[in-house]
């Protein structure tokens, strides 16, 4: 079965540079959500989009920002990286539709900021 | 083996035995929890699910216990195995109302057997 896609697996950043992550939702998903994990941490929500709409904002800091396109995939976008951001970053969706709601988690992508 | 209290950063139990993972969840108005296994350096892991209208929930060597009196959930690993090693998240659903919401996640146990 399709699971959730997230790319790049690795990203290493320098301070202050930019980075953009993808999550490609499974097919017919209509919700996509991001989380920040630090090392030793429990994952913290960043935000959500339901069909392309952000629908819910947590700890998300002013430097990023994200968007849901046509297709549902979405992307986080990294701006002005601090060493604090080094985490591993995981998408999820889940669907309305779905009676069990469907929460599945991609792969993650770890992100290095030195 | 089994994490006493609200939680326990480790547990530490030996092949075969029983393990229990505790953990206390937040909004009384949650209608849907997820326990989740990851393993180093991958993506949180489903392992079962429980509706808020239910106390008991049982899957393949695990069970999930909901006490909403307590705000309480626990997971149950019968005969534990050296795969499961791991650190588990209890996760709730945020929106008390909708069939989608954001998951906030409990501290995380990590679950280590012993051969």
């Known amino acids: 079965a399709a699971g959730v896609i997230q790319s790049p697996r690795h990203l290493i950043k320098e301070k202050r540079e930019t980075a953009t992550l993808k999550c490609y939702p499974i097919?017919?998903?209509?919700?996509v959500y991001w989380y920040q994990q630090g090392p030793g941490q429990d994952p913290q929500f960043l935000i959500s989009f339901y069909e392309k709409m952000q629908s819910d904002k947590g700890s998300i800091p002013d430097r990023f920002s994200a968007q849901q396109f046509s297709d549902y995939h979405s992307e986080l976008n990294m701006s002005s990286l601090e060493l604090g951001d080094s985490a591993l970053y995981f998408c999820a969706s889940s669907s309305y539709r779905d009676p069990n709601y469907g929460y599945t988690f991609g792969s993650g992508t770890r992100l290095t900021v030195v | 083996g089994e994490s006493v209290g609200l939680h326990l950063p480790t547990l530490s139990v030996q092949e075969g035995d029983n393990s229990i993972i505790n953990c206390a969840y937040s909004?009384?108005?949650?209608?849907?929890f997820i326990w989740y296994k990851q393993e180093s350096g991958k993506g949180p892991q489903f392992i079962i699910d429980i509706r808020s209208n239910m106390d008991k929930r049982q899957g393949q060597r695990v069970t999930v216990l909901l006490n909403k009196t307590v705000k309480h959930l626990s997971l149950q690993i019968a005969a534990t195995q050296p795969g499961d090693s791991a650190v588990y998240f209890c996760a709730e659903k945020g929106s008390p109302s909708g069939n989608t919401g954001k998951l906030i996640f409990g501290q995380g146990t990590t679950l280590q057997v012993k051969p």
């Open positions: 909004n009384s108005a949650s209608d849907y």
């Open positions: 097919p017919r998903h209509d919700t």
